[in-house]
């Protein structure tokens, strides 16, 4: 059975960093991109960024609104990815889901976890 | 790269049919046949309905189909049964491996 679950949400500050992380299993990690989604309370889903599979080369793409102050990452040994979020805002506050990466759809998602940015 | 255009609401009663539009431009929707649509209950993560504009995954039944024509997909749901009350999102490749979903459109089985 696919899985995936997030870990790491919380409060931090404006300004401050968190990472979360996304436990994949059930499945081949390696042969898939990957990608992260998020969604403010009350609203609709936005898609963050993705990475590649290549572990020679990973490639990784953006949103225009997190573009240099997130970075997504994985780890093949241990079937996990990753997002570094910094210079958070109160803006970024929303449920962080992970989800896999299928034939430009993403097939499989997580259950989310919370960030939330305030003082 | 601005989210996709959906109604905001949508409804009809059991066993009527509904239709949802997303309107992109030629960047995203018109240029590539890269459209997937999600449902996604309160509280719920999102769940893969459609893709490759057409295409069902395994375990979605066939009362859900895609199609589109020049900058706008749609999504019809034949047949509205009290479960398919949801919201669904639309999202399509915006070439150079970036996406965009849709603003979301709420359904209602009345």
């Known amino acids: 059975e696919v899985q995936l679950v997030e870990s790491g949400g919380g409060l931090v500050q404006p300004g401050g960093s968190l990472r979360l992380s996304c436990a994949a299993s059930g499945f081949t990690f390696s042969a898939h991109y990957m990608d992260w989604v998020r969604q403010a309370p009350g609203k609709g889903l936005e898609w963050i960024g993705r990475?590649?599979?290549?572990?020679?080369?990973?490639?990784?793409n953006y949103a225009a609104s997190v573009k240099g102050r997130f970075t997504i990452s994985r780890n093949e040994s241990q079937n996990s990815l990753y997002l570094h979020m910094s210079s958070l805002k109160t803006e970024d506050t929303a449920v962080y889901y992970c989800?896999?990466?299928?034939?430009?759809?993403?097939?499989?998602w997580g259950q989310g976890t919370l960030v939330t940015v305030s003082s | 790269q601005s989210a996709l255009t959906q109604p905001p609401s949508a409804s009809g009663s059991p066993g009527q049919s509904v239709t949802i539009s997303c309107t992109g431009t030629?960047?995203?929707?018109?240029?590539?046949?890269?459209v997937s649509w999600y449902q996604q209950h309160p509280g719920k993560a999102p769940r893969l309905m459609i893709y490759?504009?057409?295409k069902r995954p395994s375990g979605v039944p066939d009362r859900f189909s895609g199609s589109k024509s020049g900058n706008t997909a749609s999504l019809t749901v034949s047949g509205l049964q009290a479960e398919d009350e949801a919201d669904y999102y639309c999202n399509s490749y915006a070439g150079s491996n970036n996406f965009v979903f849709g603003t979301g459109t709420k359904v209602t089985v009345l």
């Open positions: 989800a896999r990466d299928w034939r430009t759809a993403l097939d499989y």
């Open positions: 990475i590649t599979n290549n572990p020679n080369s990973y490639t990784t």
């Open positions: 490759e504009v057409t």
């Open positions: 030629s960047s995203d929707v018109g240029g590539y046949n890269y």
